[in-house]
């Protein structure tokens, strides 16, 4: 009788222990995919952790409709900049491209333009800065369908990039850049006057005829010509019977036309194509009858980087290192 209680006993004793040690079981395996979650998501944040750009970190940036300031962080900011500046059709390394440049010329306006702006850094005005867009109006001006994956492309640029821009001598350039050079970039001796920087020389980039860009007319009836030339200039006059009425009398490294002597005045090219609105100074004029035409080639006042220049080397297999020591003279790329 004695061993059958025995047994009885030592029966409810295991039954009662098996869901006890089941448990403990079960709640080490929990605790263990835990813990490995935890460190996975530890790794990711490791990975995907922001560079860290130090005082580069968070620009103002001026926006010159509303003047209202806004901060945003660097390779935010760059996302609006190179969305604006270069077509989302164009070829990756070309953007990558634009994204160092732009880094570059952002950073130098932080170091060297100090108080142009108030207490902002860089305005959005293309004409005074670089351009700049809001994710949402860059949405309004895409195809809906193609949206999500032009922005993608536009922020993976900016990413793969992270950090780089592009030095002389250990300091950033003022990495100026335009539309379409005519095949032949400018030097800023000849846009701006100065003394120049070594690193923006004229160099020749094939290709630029394939795009949209490269050539442009514009046609005033001489009346027109004259009146828009008379805003500035007062004094001017000019005889349509003298067949040296206009005569360009220099071309510069670039092609573009440097001196012109237009009726009783003598302009550079620079001032005649902003008078007349051309999108370049490389052009060549024609009287006939009561007009007189431009013939313009290239887009923009042709200093440093061309963008149809470096998409045509992106289609030709280049890269965006190769692309900017093209159109930079003895640079390097360097990290922040």
């Known amino acids: 009788m004695k061993k059958i209680l025995a047994y009885v006993l030592i029966f409810v004793l295991v039954c009662f222990l098996i869901p006890v040690v089941l448990t403990k079981k079960t709640g080490k395996q929990v605790n263990t995919n835990i813990y490995v979650n935890e460190q996975n998501d530890s790794e990711v944040a490791e990975n995907t952790a922001e560079y860290n750009y130090n005082k580069y970190n968070t620009i103002k ?8 300031i806004e901060e945003i962080k660097l390779d935010e900011y760059l996302y609006g900049v190179v969305s604006a500046e270069m077509p989302a059709s164009f070829e990756k390394e ?29 305005c959005d005005d293309s004409g005074c800065c670089q351009a700049w867009i809001s994710k949402e109006d860059r949405f309004t001006k895409w195809e809906e369908a193609s ?16 950090g780089k821009y592009i030095t002389y001598e250990g300091k950033p350039i003022n990495a100026f850049f335009h539309s379409n050079s005519g095949g032949k ?35 005033l009836t001489k009346e027109g010509f004259i009146n828009k030339i008379k805003e500035k200039y007062s004094d001017f006059e000019i005889d349509f019977n003298d067949e040296k009425c206009i005569s360009i009398l220099e071309y510069t490294e670039g092609n573009r036309v440097k ?9 550079s090219g620079v001032e005649i194509r902003t008078l007349i609105g051309l999108k370049s100074a490389n052009f060549n004029i024609e009287i006939k009858g009561d007009n007189i035409y431009f013939s313009v080639v290239g887009y923009g006042h042709g200093v440093g980087m061309s963008q149809t220049g470096a998409d045509s080397m992106a289609k030709a297999g280049k890269n965006y290192e190769e692309i900017i020591k093209h159109f930079y003279t003895g640079v390097e790329i360097s990290n922040i």
Not at 111 to 120: I, L, R, S, T, V
Not at 147 to 162: D, F, G, H, L
Not at 185 to 211: C, I, K
Request: charge should be neutral.
């Open 61 to 68: 940036l001026l926006h010159t409709k509303t003047q209202e």
């Open 147 to 162: 949206r999500e994956a032009n922005w993608n492309k536009i922020v993976e640029a900016v990413e793969s990039t992270k």
């Open 94 to 122: 070309a953007l990558k491209a634009q994204a160092v440049v732009a880094r570059t010329y952002t950073i130098y306006k932080i170091e060297n333009n100090e108080g142009k702006h108030g207490e902002a850094n860089i």
């Open 185 to 219: 970039t400018e030097t800023t001796l000849n846009v701006w006057g100065g003394s120049g920087y070594p690193y923006l020389q004229s160099v020749s980039t094939s290709g630029e005829d394939a795009y949209t860009q490269y050539k442009s007319e514009v046609t």
């Open 259 to 267: 001196k012109i002597r237009i009726g009783n005045k003598e302009f």
